[in-house]
């Protein structure tokens, strides 16, 4: 039975709203810079780009969810540090840590990004191999998965592989809602290819949803969480400009070809359970 649970990067998106989700179900420690409003956790104060102690951390775990994740992950290379510090470097505390109380299950925030792009949908079964031009961000996120695999041997690993996770109180400089504003306010929008990249984008209350259901799963995972609908950049816009009456203004740039980044969600749907929130129901709350 899991009573006691870590969860980094607590006021996050996610965080937030995992934290949310898992009141009164279990004893939360919820570890970040500020403190949740939720006033049923237990906060502890840490920045993960520091040189903290895994001294900090309760004793006693049976569960962590390691969501944090470096907020200057588009600074390279002048933030490098704080993104392998917070990315990698935490990580392994927190495996160290998981090792010596007693944790049975470890879920890590990967990102969809680390397969790269393609016209398929990703499977979590496809080999992922490691390239120049993966990114930095990415890159210390496909070395925390393996650094993570190698655990699985104490205890139970979920690796959870997000697409574009958006929703209420989402810092405005990541992609929906920033499509959100530029649709709002007439800025132009420029796609590659005839209509951007398509992916599926999965609203919060989904993806936590998921995370939930993972201290019920059995075993070590890699499971890709994203949305219903695979969608264009284009259709995105265009459900956005509905909404708040508005078209977008759109440009397309000559001899470009979009790089599509698609999850293959039958993992998901099979052991998690499926995301249910529309885009066109979910974008709502950006607006």
Known sequence: MVVNVVITGSGGLIGSALLAALQNRHTLFAVGRSRP??????????????????????????????????????????????????????????????LKSGVKKFIYASSGGIYGFGDHGFSEEQEVVAHGD????????????????????FFDVIIARFFFVYGKQQKRSMLIPRLVDNVTSGKEITLQGDEGIKTNPIHVSDAARAMVKCLDVNGSHKI?????????LKQICGIIGKKVGKPPVIKYQENS??????????????????????????VEDLL
């Not at 890709?224 to 695979?230: D, F, L």
């Open 224 to 232: 890709n969480i994203a949305g219903p609908e695979v969608l264009s």
């Open 37 to 98: 409003s939720n006033s049923e956790v237990n906060f502890i104060r840490l920045d993960l780009s520091s040189d903290w102690s895994i001294t900090a951390l309760p004793g006693k775990a049976d569960a962590i969810f390691h969501l944090a994740q470096s907020e200057h992950f588009r600074v390279f290379p002048q933030r490098t540090a704080d993104v392998f510090e917070v990315n990698t470097v935490s990580t392994v505390k927190l495996l160290d840590y998981a």
């Open 257 to 282: 070809i979009a790089n599509h980044l698609v999850a293959d969600i039958r993992k998901m749907n099979k052991m998690l359970g499926g995301p249910v929130v529309p885009f066109e129901k979910g």
């Open 134 to 153: 993966l990114g930095f961000y990415l890159g210390t996120k496909l070395c925390s998965e393996i650094l993570v695999e190698n655990y699985s041997k």
